[in-house]
């Protein structure tokens, strides 16, 4: 005869704990990009460490910063923009990285930060309508340059990257970029202010405006673009002075699953899942390794903004600047566009 068995209170505690450990929650963006994610990121992982992940959806930085502050943290491993990773670490609001969990070998330092870590790279890039540009730009000092290359502008309405672009097309090396010389950044927007029909807001509205030859050139970026192209739309870009901006993985402080969040980051920014993610959406790997994998076709590989060819012409974007100085930038820059 069995005798039924009674638990004690911790007995139950540390049977839900074991149980809690074997499951991993991933919050990102949702959409197309989640979805991209979901399919060469979060279901291998799962099968490779035979755990649960589950997946949620965030807005950004606000949603971490409230469940961390509340002591309310529901989140293993979150995907936010690279700024604001480095604000996030900056206000203590997530855990420190194992690096001997996780390998950051083939990823740029600048994305490699003790709290968080790079996960997909997007370029801005010089872009034009064929119909209406015969010969585009090649760097920004021809996107700047209205004499020999007539035609109306579009930049996004916001600092970060325009005020990059601006000092390359000032002249400015791009080893010399940081910290960027914001006044002569400025001076050299206002430059340009007269040829800008149209500020952009999303990504979609700027691919919108190149198709449609509302603008003859437009900083705009790569993903967009290639897939308007390969719906046959009148544009092209170059790669040459792109600049990469990145997402990156942070964990959050009080995560219920640390330890197991490092294990999926580390599968995350692993040269096998960063090589299946081109398969499912146009980002780039930040795991330059990837490349080395045989898991892109050949024919895929210089399409991608981080194929090596492509790679040595682009900036990466210094996320650390901008966590310390984007809330000043964007004060000056709504009062430069709204003069």
Sequence with gaps: MHLPIKLTACAVLALTTAATAQEVTVASWGGSYQAAQSEAMFKPTAKELG????????????????????????????????????????????????????????????????HWIGVIYYSTVPAWNTKTVKAGPQSWADFWNVKDFPGDRSLRNRPQVMLEMALLADGVAPKDLYPLDVDRAFAKIEELKPNIATWWESGAQSVQLAKDGEVDMIAAWDGRLAAAIADKAAIDFTYNEGLLNADCLAVPKGAPNKELAMKAIAKFVSPEQQAMLTQHISYGPVNVRAFETGLIPEEAQSKINTFPANLEKQIVVDAEWWGENGNRMRERWDSMIQR
């Design 51 to 114: 755990i649960t992940v589950k997946e949620a959806t965030l807005s950004g930085l606000a949603d971490i910063r409230l469940q961390v502050r509340s002591g309310a943290v529901e989140w293993d491993v979150v995907d936010l923009g690279a700024t604001d990773c480095a604000i996030g670490a900056r206000e203590g609001l997530f855990e420190k990285l194992d690096y001997s969990v996780i390998d950051a070998k083939g990823i740029d330092d600048k994305m490699v930060n003790d």
